[in-house]
């Protein structure tokens, strides 16, 4: 299993951006994906997860993020809005082979990808 995330970057406050989870060795529609973010300084948290129709958002995010799949292209995707410099972090995708409801405890997540740097300068 690998994950494989991308798109991030730097924007101004207020900005967008959309990060991709691309999935191998893994069918993400079976399972549950979530996005953690972890700033300096401060513990990884969760951010947003997606199990089959249904979502979850911390709610720092709500309103601003969403979390969509594109099971043909076994990508999951966060579009993020309305960027704050409170957003700043390194964003992480995660998944489980026996996770399969939504969770935002790094522990049950053995599949990590390396994690892509959001900036959002103010």
């Known amino acids: 299993v690998q994950l494989q995330a991308s798109g991030g970057g730097l924007v101004k406050s207020g900005g967008s951006l959309r990060l991709s989870c691309a999935g191998s060795g893994v069918t993400l529609s079976r399972y549950v994906v979530t996005w953690f973010r972890e700033a300096p300084g401060k513990r990884r948290e969760g951010v947003s997860c997606i199990s089959g129709s249904m979502t979850s958002y911390a709610d720092s995010v709500k309103g601003r993020f969403t979390i969509s799949r594109d099971n043909g292209r076994n990508t999951v995707y966060l579009q993020m809005n309305n960027l704050q410099p409170e957003d700043t972090a390194l964003y992480y995708c995660?998944?489980?082979?026996?996770?399969?409801?939504?969770?935002?405890?790094?522990?049950?997540?053995?599949?990590w990808g390396q994690g892509t740097q959001v900036t959002v300068s103010s």
């Open positions: 995660a998944t489980d082979l026996q996770t399969l409801q939504c969770s935002f405890a790094e522990g049950m997540f053995g599949a």
